[in-house]
């Protein structure tokens, strides 16, 4: 416990009474009551959460000229200022280094946000790539990040952000201020439902999410109801759905991938394209509320045809759901399976994603 890293929070947390475990290298909330209260607080009111673990970038130079394209397997140039978009970062082998956001902060000028666990790594392979004259900097100590999470989300933060909030449209952003302190407000999240994060100065970050919390309809979550809202959109988590031997398109990430541009790991994907692919991300809806486990084997007509990378049970289906990797045979909507592990046998079927369809998201 000594090595993980913590955020300007974790006090607050310990305070609330947050159950605290390692996660990415961080000692973060799991969980302050219950998974299932967080959980339906998001879907139905609105939910905090910590996300100062995650990295941030800035990078300053002539986009056409420093080589940043290569860096990512979306393209940058065609970003407006004042938009993000999410994507990956690929090594030649077309493996997925990292999912990751970047935004736009002027014609020259980008900040990308980066998972906890690969930040270290994904600055040098971005690093790697980087010629010419340019700015970039790892400014994930001085950044702290809040996402507000939940259809109320936008009313709730109306005071804050009078005017701006309710012009902020989806995966928009601007820069404004909040206790006297530049800030960037996005309107993005991971959740399905309508959500901010708030980017600001670590010095600030304990007293906004102090004052967030008195209003009586937010309430904090742990990265255990997280894990369940993110799953429930088929949304993938990196390390667990996503890894550096698996590619965008045996993730299913097709539309992340820009092959009319050059990036690394573009000539590994389009060899791949030529062939059939090995694996493919399904989800599926078990028959029951109980819910498989990262690792647990996946069967079908009394063959091993994959592996689960992600599962639990999802308070909005009732249901134990789950991501995984199967032949692609077996990959088409109400395919029977079997998930199992030693003697634990879940009947399952392929779903398409998200599970959850009436969030907020857009709204």
């Known amino acids: 416990m000594e090595n993980l890293k913590s955020t300007p929070l974790e006090a607050e947390h310990i305070k609330l009474k947050a159950k605290m475990a390692p996660f990415g290298g961080w000692n973060m909330p799991i969980q302050y009551e219950s998974i299932i209260e967080e959980h339906m607080q998001c879907r139905k009111s609105a939910a905090l959460f910590d996300t100062c673990h995650m990295g941030e970038f800035y990078f ?11 860096a990512f397997s979306f393209k940058i140039g065609t970003i407006n200022v004042g938009k993000c978009r999410y994507g990956l970062i690929l090594n030649e082998k077309g493996g997925i280094v990292d ?11 980008l900040m990308m946000v980066v998972n906890a666990g690969t930040k ?15 700015i970039f900097e790892d400014r994930s100590e001085t950044t702290s990040k809040l996402d507000v999470q939940g259809p109320l989300s936008r009313e709730l933060l109306r005071k804050y952000f009078p005017g701006i909030i309710d012009e902020l449209k989806y995966f928009s952003f601007t820069k404004t201020s909040l206790m006297n302190q530049e800030v ?18 670590s010095t600030i970050c ?23 809202l993110r799953l429930e959109m088929g949304y993938p988590l990196y390390g667990s759905d996503l890894d550096e031997d698996t590619t965008p398109l045996e993730a299913d990430l097709s539309y992340f991938v820009h092959l009319d541009k050059d990036f690394v790991g573009k000539e590994a994907l389009l060899k791949q394209k030529e062939t059939e692919l090995e694996k493919i991300r399904v989800g599926f809806v078990c028959d029951s509320r109980r819910a498989p486990r990262h690792g647990y084997k996946i069967f079908a007509d009394g063959m091993d045809i994959g592996y689960v990378t992600s599962g639990g049970f ?12 199967v032949k692609p045979q077996y990959s088409s909507e109400n395919t029977i399976l079997e998930l199992s592990q030693d003697r634990v046998i879940i009947k399952a079927v392929v779903e398409k994603i998200p599970f959850y369809k009436d969030g907020s998201l857009r709204k």
Request: one cysteine or more; glycine letters at 12%; aromatic letters at 8%.
């Open 60 to 70: 300053k130079g002539d986009l056409a000229n420093t080589n940043i394209e290569m």
């Open 184 to 201: 960037i407000l996005s309107r993005t999240g991971y959740t399905g439902e309508l959500g901010f994060e708030i980017y600001m100065p």
């Open 314 to 325: 999802s308070p909005s289906l009732g249901k134990g759901i789950g991501m995984g990797y």
């Open 99 to 109: 999912d990751c956001i970047v935004y736009r902060l002027s014609a020259d000028e």
């Open 120 to 134: 270290d790594n994904d600055f040098n392979v971005i690093k790697s790539v980087l010629k010419g004259n340019f």
């Open 206 to 228: 304990v007293d906004v999410w102090n004052d967030l919390l008195k209003d009586e309809r937010i309430k904090p979550a742990g990265l255990g109801a997280r894990d369940l």
